[in-house]
């Protein structure tokens, strides 16, 4: 197998960036440096944002750059992408059909794990980017997946979440995360995707259990694979690619 250099287009925040180097360095199996995976990240913190764009609160449009420092990864030898950004997916097509590398797409993975597992309604906690755009909405059709999202206050309460607390490193009121949880739940959700890297951050320092999948942990995992390397600490994760 030839050589996987792992590309990290981070930026997208720069905390679900360092979480995702964080964990990936984590969940390789390895007895010593070597046997870990070679890794470059980009984290361009300046790109515009994502969900401004989509929802035309801004022009200013994120996938030059995006393209631009992907372009730069494929330079320093990555020959595959992980986008620890699931907002940034919109713009996946886009940004694959100028890389000569593949990249591994957030929004599929997870829901293939989601329908590899049973699950058959899940709720969709996320931007308002991603939820608007029903950039899980429109994939997880192919997987017979029904997909759920908050009401307005709650989508308010996500975002508040991510905008307010996560993104400004403050602490989150779990109070208002469980209260979107529960609509979801109440609703039939079978499960929950934390659609959104800041979310992920979440799941790590309150200890949400299995009934959330995060994204990030799915593209993890798929990473790891990817690469040619074992994912260890997964446990609810099948190692063959």
Not at 129 to 157: D, H, W
Request: glycine share 8%; proline share 4%.
């Amino acid at each position: 197998m030839e050589k996987q250099i792992l590309g990290i287009l981070g930026g997208l925040g720069p905390m679900s960036s360092a979480y995702f180097y964080e964990m990936i360095t984590e969940h390789t199996k390895a007895e010593c440096d070597q046997d870990h995976i070679d890794i470059v990240l980009s984290s361009s913190a300046t790109t515009p944002d994502r969900t401004g764009y989509i929802l035309g609160n801004t022009e200013d449009n994120p996938a030059p750059r995006m393209i631009e420092d992907a372009k730069k990864l494929v330079q320093f030898g990555c020959n595959v992408i992980a986008i620890p950004c699931n907002t940034a997916h919109y713009f996946y097509s886009e940004l694959q059909e100028n890389i000569d590398v593949p990249i591994i797409n957030i929004i599929y993975e997870t829901l293939k794990y989601c329908a590899d597992n049973g699950a058959k309604c899940i709720g969709i906690m996320a931007t308002d980017g991603t939820v608007k755009t029903e950039t899980y909405q429109r994939m997880a059709q192919q997987f017979g997946i029904r997909c759920l999202v908050p009401s307005s206050e709650n989508q308010q309460r996500v975002m508040d979440i991510i905008y307010g607390s996560v993104k400004k490193g403050k602490p989150v009121d779990m109070r208002e995360f469980n209260k979107v949880s529960a609509q979801l739940r109440k609703m039939g959700a079978d499960k929950i995707i934390l659609g959104c890297t800041e979310l992920s951050v979440i799941k790590r320092n309150y200890n949400l259990d299995s009934f959330y999948i995060d994204a990030l942990e799915v593209l993890c995992w798929r990473s790891i694979l990817h690469c040619g390397k074992e994912p260890i600490g997964f446990e609810d994760f099948d190692n063959e690619l």
